[in-house]
Structure formats: structure tokens, C-alpha cells
């Protein structure tokens, strides 16, 4: 009668034992399952921060390429109010004047020709007609400009005023 009380005790505590067990193994498999989701939650935002990351690098490269073209495309603008300035046909303004105007035609120049070549260097913009169309007719205009300025300085002189080249000195 003692032992078999004693191995029904035994039994009683290995089942409450088993039990016991099951139930911390239940209570881990639900642990290690909200981990789970908890770690691929945390993938999620660390992919999502990585991608945001480098759309806001990008964000900022495309921000400084803007800034260039804009930068690049105010020689244009520079170019066309000389040019503007220079419109006057060629000797209706003060002499002085008009080599001013001149003057600032030409220092425009190196400028515009410096966007022009970063134009034709970057595809967003030389693939625009647009872009490309507007400075080459003011490539034509500044040309053309100067030519007029030129031939009227290389113009024979009219007869009340001395001949080209002539002496100074007398004979």
C-alpha cells in the first residue's frame, strides 16, 4: 500500500511536471513566433530607412545638377540682354556707348560658350531641343551682332575724315 502511494505520487508529479513543461514550451513556440514578426517588422523599417536614405542622397545630387543648369543657363541670359543692349543697328548710338555695349557682348561670350559645351555634356539637356534650340539662335545672334559691329568699323571712312593709316606727321 506505501509504495503504491508513493509511485502514484510520483506519477501525479511527473504529469503535473509534463504538464508544466508542455505549457512553458506552448508559452516559448508563441515567443519565438512574435520574434519572428517582430524581426521581420525591423527588416521592413531598416530596408525602408535604407531606401529613403538614398532617395534623399539622390534628392540632394539632383538638387545640385539643378542648381548647375541654372547656374550654367544665367550666361544665357547674360548673353542676351548684351545682345539686347547691342541691338541698335551699329552707329545710332554714342561711340561710347556702343563700345560699352560691345564690350559686354564680348565678355559674355566665354560664359555662354562654357553652358553651351556643359549642355551638349549632359543628356537631360542636350536630349532638349528646346534648351539646345534657344542657345544656338543666340550663338547666331551674338554672330551676327559682332559681324555688323565690325563691318561698320572696317567701312571705308568717309572723305571729311582723314585716310586709314595715314601719318601723323608732316612730309
Same mark, same amino acid.
Not at 542622397?57 to 544665357?76: F, I, P, V, Y
Not at 543692349?85 to 565678355?107: F, H, I, K, Y
Given at each position: 500500500?506505501?509504495?503504491?502511494?508513493?509511485?502514484?505520487?510520483?506519477?501525479?508529479?511527473?504529469?503535473?511536471?509534463?504538464?508544466?513543461?508542455?505549457?512553458?514550451?506552448?508559452?516559448?513556440?508563441?515567443?519565438?513566433?512574435?520574434?519572428?514578426?517582430?524581426?521581420?517588422?525591423?527588416?521592413?523599417? +531598416?530596408?525602408?530607412?535604407?531606401?529613403?536614405?538614398?532617395? +534623399?542622397?539622390?534628392?540632394?545630387?539632383?538638387?545640385? +545638377?539643378?542648381?548647375?543648369?541654372?547656374?550654367?543657363?544665367?550666361?544665357?541670359?547674360?548673353?542676351?540682354?548684351?545682345?539686347?543692349?547691342?541691338?541698335?543697328?551699329?552707329?545710332?548710338?554714342?561711340?561710347?556707348?556702343?563700345?560699352?555695349?560691345?564690350?559686354?557682348?564680348?565678355?559674355?561670350?566665354?560664359? &555662354?560658350?562654357?553652358?553651351?559645351? &556643359?549642355?551638349?555634356? +549632359?543628356?537631360?539637356?542636350?536630349?532638349?531641343?528646346?534648351?539646345?534650340?534657344?542657345?544656338?539662335?543666340?550663338?547666331?545672334?551674338?554672330?551676327?551682332?559682332?559681324?555688323?559691329?565690325?563691318?561698320?568699323?572696317?567701312?571705308?571712312?568717309?572723305?571729311?575724315?582723314?585716310?586709314? &593709316?595715314?601719318?601723323?606727321?608732316?612730309?
Amino acid at each position: 500500500g506505501m509504495e503504491e502511494g508513493t509511485v502514484q505520487n510520483l506519477r501525479s508529479i511527473l504529469s503535473r511536471i509534463e504538464a508544466a513543461s508542455e505549457s512553458s514550451c506552448s508559452v516559448l513556440r508563441k515567443l519565438h513566433r512574435r520574434l519572428e514578426g517582430l524581426q521581420q517588422e525591423v527588416t521592413e523599417v +531598416h530596408d525602408a530607412t535604407r531606401a529613403m536614405h538614398i532617395a +534623399h542622397t539622390n534628392m540632394g545630387l539632383g538638387q545640385e +545638377h539643378l542648381t548647375e543648369c541654372l547656374r550654367q543657363l544665367s550666361a544665357a541670359r547674360t548673353l542676351h540682354t548684351a545682345l539686347e543692349a547691342t541691338s541698335s543697328p551699329p552707329g545710332t548710338q554714342e561711340d561710347e556707348v556702343e563700345a560699352t555695349n560691345l564690350q559686354a557682348l564680348l565678355s559674355a561670350l566665354p560664359e &555662354f560658350y562654357e553652358a553651351v559645351d &556643359f549642355c551638349l555634356d +549632359h543628356s537631360s539637356l542636350s536630349k532638349s531641343s528646346d534648351v539646345l534650340g534657344a542657345l544656338m539662335h543666340l550663338r547666331r545672334r551674338a554672330a551676327a551682332s559682332l559681324l555688323a559691329h565690325y563691318r561698320r568699323l572696317l567701312r571705308p571712312h568717309r572723305p571729311s575724315a582723314p585716310p586709314p &593709316f595715314s601719318s601723323p606727321l608732316p612730309p
